[in-house]
T-cell receptor, first 115, second 113 residues
Framework: GAVVSQHPSRVICKSGTSVKIECRSL??????MFWYRQFPKQSLMLMAT?????????EQGVEKDKFLINHASLTLSTLTVTSAHPEDSSFYIC???????????FGDGTRLSIL | QQQVKQSPQSLIVQKGGISIINCAYE??????FPWYQQFPGKGPALLIA?????SEKKEGRFTISFNKSAKQFSLHIMDSQPGDSATYFC????????????FGKGTRLSVIA
């Protein structure tokens, strides 16, 4: 099946640090990638949708200057959490889709802990 | 407004029993309904999915039942095993794979021996 690789799986860093998370589709071209945030024992909350070569579309309430998304190729999207603070600590998950009615596949998530 | 309502929030089933999780939706434009399984510390993994032109789909021990008129769909796990203990999410989507999924709140399943 389709594989989406997310890296790193865990980050622990100091407040004020910027953190970059990578999401790669390994065996298909992902025209669209999605970034989610998940709090403990809760559902996935969509943060933004990114189409290759275009600016990301952010959900209401998500700060675009805080969460920078780049989708420069059909196999790679990155999420950069800028000047991270403890309230940004969460589980971030990406998914990739390539249209044509095919299912979306998820990465294994990144656990971000800001001290 | 929650577009996809999932119940129950948690479920305990004996090994070998049937686990049933239900979802209901409002938006009749949804045309794709997947179920995902998530283990702690991992991303969701696609289990099975259905489109509204089919009333039932079965893959191994997993079955989706779909009732278009009632705008409901459910996941049945037959012969539930301890390894099935996880959180299950139903979801819905409009259009092709480049539109976002709308998720239910999840059901935490525990299968006990």
């Amino acid at each position: 099946g389709a594989v989406v690789s997310q890296h790193p799986s865990r980050v622990i860093c100091k407040s004020g640090t910027s953190v970059k998370i990578e999401c790669r589709s390994l065996d298909f071209q992902a025209t669209t990638m999605f970034w989610y945030r998940q709090f403990p024992k809760q559902s996935l909350m969509l943060m933004a949708t990114s189409n290759e070569g275009s600016k990301a579309t952010y959900e209401q309430g998500v700060e675009k200057d805080k969460f920078l998304i780049n989708h420069a190729s059909l196999t790679l999207s990155t999420l950069t959490v800028t000047s991270a603070h403890p309230e940004d600590s969460s589980f971030y998950i990406c998914s990739a889709g390539h249209g044509g009615g095919q299912p979306q596949h998820f990465g294994d998530g990144t656990r971000l802990s800001i001290l | 407004q929650q577009q996809v309502k999932q119940s129950p929030q948690s479920l305990i089933v004996q090994k070998g029993g049937i686990s049933i999780i239900n979802c209901a939706y409002e938006n009749t434009a949804f045309d794709y309904f997947p179920w995902y399984q998530q283990f702690p510390g991992k991303g969701p993994a696609l289990l099975i999915a259905i489109r509204p032109d089919v009333s039932e789909k079965k893959e191994g021990r997993f079955t989706i039942s779909f009732n278009k008129s009632a705008k409901q769909f459910s996941l049945h796990i037959m012969d539930s095993q301890p390894g099935d203990s996880a959180t299950y999410f139903c979801a819905a989507r409009i259009g092709k794979g480049n539109t976002p999924l709308v998720f239910g709140k999840g059901t935490r399943l525990s299968v006990i021996a």
